[in-house]
Structures are given as structure tokens and as C-alpha cells.
């Protein structure tokens, strides 16, 4: 069992930065942060795995977004900057145990992981 806790979420002005926090409770495979907007199904937007540091992200994201992780705090980020009024969503962190990929890309769906936070509430106005 991996419990995750969200963090760092909030409000702030398009063109601003965040950064979130996924602090994990047990060791992972690889972590991912999807998010969700009112109305629209969950998506994802980066992942990395654990071994080799190997990351993958959204097009929506890409050079806008960096996923990294602390191994000794068990801890993975999102750094989120030129933040969009459309990035506003629920974001979540996932954690999979199930399969050991070397490449990012193989955990950028839902059905990769097991475990997941509680969200963290992002908007960006305008």
C-alpha cells in the first residue's frame, strides 16, 4: 500500500508559477501526475521513473511543465510555469508498483498505476 499526499496547489495569475508535491509513503516503480478540469475526463501530464529519472510529459505541457523526484524524501515535484488559465484542474499524483519500464512514456496512462492522491485544486486566472 502507497499513500500519496498532494501538495502546493492554489491560485495565481496566468503567466505564474507552481510548484506541486507528491510525498509518498511506500517505494513506486514510477509516479505521475494526471489532472482533471470540471467536465472533462482525467488526463495525464508527466511521469518519471523512479530508477533512471527518465520523464515523459503531455504536449499541452511540454517546456512549460518539469516533473522531477527526490528519492531520499521519497518526494516528486511539478514545476509548473507560464501557467494557462486552461492548466486550471484537479491535479493528482499516481504511483505505479506493477511493472518496471526504463522509459517514461509507458506510464503516461491511467491504467499504469495503483495508487493515487487526493487531488490538489490548481487556477489560473486570467
Known amino acids: 500500500q502507497v499513500q500519496l499526499v498532494e501538495s502546493g496547489g492554489g491560485l495565481v495569475q496566468a503567466g505564474g508559477s507552481l510548484r506541486l508535491s507528491c510525498a509518498a509513503s511506500g517505494r513506486s516503480y514510477a509516479m505521475g501526475w494526471f489532472r482533471q478540469a470540471p467536465g472533462k475526463e482525467r488526463e495525464f501530464v508527466a511521469a518519471?521513473?523512479?530508477?533512471?529519472?527518465?520523464?515523459y510529459s503531455a504536449d499541452s505541457v511540454k517546456g512549460r511543465f518539469t516533473i522531477s523526484r527526490d528519492n531520499a524524501k521519497n518526494t516528486v515535484y511539478l514545476q509548473m510555469n507560464s501557467l494557462k488559465p486552461e492548466d486550471t484542474a484537479v491535479y493528482y499524483c499516481?504511483?505505479?508498483?506493477?511493472?518496471?519500464?526504463?522509459?517514461?512514456?509507458?506510464?503516461?496512462?491511467?491504467?499504469?498505476?495503483?495508487?493515487w492522491g487526493q487531488g490538489t485544486q490548481v487556477t489560473v486566472s486570467s
Open positions: 499516481a504511483a505505479s508498483v506493477r511493472a518496471d519500464y526504463r522509459s517514461a512514456y509507458y506510464y503516461s496512462g491511467l491504467r499504469s498505476y495503483d495508487y
Open positions: 518519471i521513473v523512479q530508477s533512471t529519472g527518465n520523464t
